[in-house]
């Protein structure tokens, strides 16, 4: 059958010859190559470099708890384990905060650890932050219309939580603006935990659980912070520790209690008497990616 169609060359007679059997399936298996290779180059424009690693090599190969440095690790911690409670016991009897600093231990490795908020006094270690739940709930605890931490933390945790925020003072007009542009935040005042709990602020605010928990009150978290990890539960506390290191020890006991675990410790440089710890529930750590050591922080004697 001839068909002619007119071109800027002139006229061209197109011929459309019937296939042959043998023909028609090279077509065939030509087509489906082509096509195939067009699906799988789209797949991978698709698909960044870690959806692929993370989705398709097996468990094996992209688990660090497996690798021979954080088995090392890990034995090196267990060894030395009752060494360093022992040594953080006596330390806690002294008046040396940065000798007390420098013995406490880590005691779970989180390897995707991140600053939020200032670098200097203010700022929080956070582990993996990016893996918080979807409409998890963060408490921040102790503003001062200082709120870089919790901007920094809101959009690093992907604008997808509703934040919390309380201050023993009423904040600047724009600071609760601030808060409120941020998923609806909500800042709560009264001096913790005397004029204000922090059971209080979760009931008034329907929420059940806590994500990120960063408590900064001067003080107040040595009698404010139990009754809220005791009824609710939070998967990382982000503290600084005000007081002497016996008080030091006593609220990492508290917190050890009820099953968090060490994983940054960071003096505050304008404050000797002033650090700053980061723990992880036990029930988080897988998903935050943190792997336990070994228990450094030494039992509270009941």
């Not at 309380?166 to 005042?189: C, H, L, W």
């Not at 806590?210 to 900064?216: H, Q, S, T």
């Not at 050890?256 to 980061?278: H, M, Q, T, W």
Request: glycine share 8%.
């Amino acid at each position: 059958m001839g068909l002619s169609t007119y071109t800027p060359l002139g006229v061209i007679d197109l011929k459309v010859t019937p296939p042959t059997s043998a023909y028609g399936k090279m077509s065939g298996a030509f087509q489906t190559l082509a096509f195939s290779v067009i699906f799988l180059i789209t797949i991978c424009n698709y698909l960044t470099l870690n959806d692929i690693y993370t989705k398709y090599l097996p468990s094996t190969h992209r688990n660090l708890n497996d690798s021979p440095q954080m088995k090392e690790l890990r034995r090196a911690a267990l060894i030395s384990a009752t060494s360093d409670r022992k040594t953080i016991l006596t330390a806690a009897t002294g008046t040396d905060h940065k000798d007390f600093y420098a013995k406490v231990k880590m005691e779970v490795y989180c390897e995707q650890k991140e600053r939020i908020g200032e670098h200097m006094d203010g700022g929080k270690y956070v582990c993996n932050p990016k893996k918080v739940k979807r409409d998890c709930t963060l408490v921040s605890l102790g503003l001062n219309n200082q709120i870089g931490y919790d901007k920094h933390i809101f959009e690093v945790t992907g604008k997808r939580c509703k934040i919390l925020g309380a201050d023993k003072g009423t904040q600047k007009p724009e600071t609760i603006d601030a808060y409120a542009s941020m998923n609806g935040g909500r800042i709560f005042v009264g001096k913790i935990p005397d004029e204000l709990t922090i059971l209080k602020m979760m009931e008034s605010s329907g929420r059940d659980e806590v994500e990120l928990l960063k408590i900064d009150i001067e003080g107040g978290e040595h009698t404010g912070l139990e009754p809220l990890i005791k009824d609710y539960f939070v998967c990382q506390i982000l503290i600084e520790i005000h007081g002497t290191p016996a008080e030091h020890l006593r609220m990492l006991q508290t917190m050890a209690k009820y099953g968090f675990r060490l994983f940054n410790i960071d003096p505050n440089p304008v404050c000797v008497e002033c650090c700053e710890y980061s723990l992880i529930n036990e029930l988080c750590m897988a998903q935050f990616g943190a792997i336990p050591l070994a228990i450094t922080i030494p039992a509270k004697e009941e």
